[in-house]
């Protein structure tokens, strides 16, 4: 997959992008650079030892996907969270300071303490609670899409999932059904190519977005680290999925840069350190900061300020979060979370 498509350097050369692409750009690059600071921070705070739950998994380098799709949703519209997720909970605009306090494990935490991040439940942020069981989301999903449209509200459900977990009989039912029942769902595979340590050629022959295809599903395949394509493209995803009321599915191919989670850190030799290289270069970060610096979205005084106001957010929440109360040992016994 080329580093920036085709259709994205045509946007930019040609001054293709209106106003409002533009502003939603700059959104999308703001809370990369929020969320991608944000988690570097938590990965040095988990190192240090500062933190002690094990649950952070890790979406460095596999962010731009997430930031893009969400920058279309609206205020009434669903979210069930991937399990790399902090992007995208932040792009529906669920606060920061929940979030960390929920990674130290604290009772005010997005999920109480009990879980992570992904966890939550919010009908405040419209945000719906994700399983650690894989692939379970995606009933979830066909749940929500049923009870919005027997009750004509006019969300749509967002459900991101991984390709491991699309190897589940589950996900492809949900899907059928979706398709069946003209359900509003935009499915996003956000395809990683790693489940724990398996590669996707030891998964699956066809690609997803064929099999999504053949239950009638309007189906694409994008290049996940290309931010602007892949905004352009949920643009029109959510532009079908609003005036249809019928699904659409989206292959977000990406990569996962670090372990499954930080225990797997240091245990990468089951990932070719050329294919790391190459993806290590193909940063939806740095790709989407040289596209908005050469259509003259931000300059690089402006980029400084965004990075410097990020920082400065960062640290607060942190020292908020840390002096938060912790789970009791009682409160973590009574809950089960899965
Ligand atoms: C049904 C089920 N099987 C196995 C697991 C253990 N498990 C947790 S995450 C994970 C990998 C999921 O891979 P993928 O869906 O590609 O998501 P990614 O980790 O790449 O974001 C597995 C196998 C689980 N949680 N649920
Ligand atoms: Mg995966």
Not at 17 to 30: N, Q, R
Not at 326 to 336: A, H, N, P, V, Y
Request: positive net charge; charged residues 25%.
């Amino acid at each position: 997959m080329a580093l920036i498509n085709f259709r994205t350097c045509f946007r930019l050369v040609t001054g293709a992008l209106s106003d409002a692409d533009k502003k939603a750009t700059l959104k999308i690059y703001k809370n990369l650079v929020l969320s991608r600071l944000f988690e570097e921070k938590i990965i040095s705070l988990a190192q240090e030892g500062r933190i002690k739950k094990h649950w952070i998994f890790s979406g460095l380098g596999q962010e731009g996907g997430q930031a893009s799709i969400v920058s279309v949703m609206k205020t009434d519209d669903w979210l069930i969270p991937s399990l790399r997720s902090y992007t995208s909970l932040i792009g529906k605009g669920y606060p920061l300071k929940l979030i960390a306090a929920e990674i130290f494990g604290k009772k005010d935490g997005a999920s109480k303490g009990l879980g992570a991040p992904f966890t939550l439940h919010s009908e405040k942020y419209g945000l719906a609670r994700r399983s650690d069981v894989v692939g379970v989301d995606c009933e979830t999903a066909v749940g929500i899409a049923l009870g919005l449209k027997q009750r004509k509200k006019s969300g749509i459900v967002v459900n991101f999932f991984g390709e491991g977990a699309a190897t589940r009989g589950t996900v492809w039912s949900s899907l059928n059904i979706s398709a069946l029942w003209k359900l509003p769902v935009f499915w996003v595979c956000e395809n990683n190519q790693y489940a724990v340590t398996t590669h996707i050629s030891s998964l699956t022959v066809e690609p997803f977005f064929k099999k999504a295809e053949s239950f009638g599903i309007l189906s694409k395949k994008v290049n996940g680290n290309d931010p602007l394509e892949v905004y352009f493209q949920a643009k029109g995803m959510f532009e079908y999925i609003r005036r249809e009321r019928k699904p659409a599915f989206l292959d977000l191919v990406t990569y996962r840069l670090m372990g499954h989670d930080l225990f797997y850190v240091t245990d990468q030799g089951y990932q070719n350190p050329k294919e790391m290289k190459k993806w290590r270069k193909r940063d939806p970060l740095r790709t989407l900061e040289r596209q908005l610096l050469f259509a003259g979205i931000v300059n690089s005084e402006k980029a400084k300020k965004i990075k410097t106001a990020a920082i400065s957010e960062i640290e607060q929440v942190i020292l908020w979060a840390e002096k938060q109360e912790d789970i009791t040992r009682e409160e973590l016994l009574k809950t089960s979370f899965l």
